[in-house]
């Protein structure tokens, strides 16, 4: 039994060493959504991209995303647009300055190259389960992680009960981490 627990823990100590952490950096990182507003399709980018990323393809168990944007980044190129998804019917930035995703587990995809993170995503305070697929292309010194998964903004009670702006968006990730 003293061997079991052995093994166990050098395995375990072998895969937590082995496994690298990663920082993400804005340079080289998008953080980009786009939504239908009165039937047309509008974008923009948050930036302030922080947090840490364990990542290692050959031990997706020991494998952890957890990356905050700053809120009051966001820029559609339209400076008026911009100060009113800062107010409160949006984005409240002077309440909830940060939107988080927290995996909660990373999986391995049919597709080589290719997995699948699932997690939690809070904006606003509200927090709802999300899961995408995901490439992580090795870099010199970390990795260019890529991804996109569709939300609802009414499930994060961002935009009030607008009629013109689509419930539905589409957020694109291409995360940079050394």
């Not at 993170?117 to 992580?136: C, H, N, P, Q, R």
């Amino acid at each position: 039994m003293k061997t079991v627990y052995l093994v166990a823990s050098l395995l375990l100590t072998a895969i937590i060493t082995y496994t690298q952490n990663y920082t993400p950096s804005d340079a080289g990182s998008k953080v980009h959504f786009v939504i239908k507003n009165f039937g047309i399709k509008t974008g923009g980018d948050f930036t302030g991209i922080k947090g840490s990323i364990v990542f290692d393809p050959k031990a997706l168990n020991s494998s952890k995303f957890n990356v905050t944007v700053n809120a009051a980044t966001v820029d559609t190129d339209n400076n008026a647009r911009d100060k009113h998804l800062r107010k409160a019917e949006y984005f409240d930035i002077d309440k909830y300055p940060l939107i988080s995703f927290v995996s909660t587990g990373v999986t391995k995809s049919k597709i080589e190259g290719r997995f699948y993170v699932f997690g939690d995503l809070t904006i606003k305070g509200v927090t709802k389960a999300v899961e995408f697929g995901f490439s992580a292309a090795p870099l010199a010194s970390g990795y260019l992680f890529k991804g996109e998964f569709t939300i609802n903004r009414r499930d994060f009670g961002v935009g009030g009960s607008s009629f013109s702006m689509s419930d539905n968006l589409v957020v694109s990730l291409t995360v940079s981490a050394n």
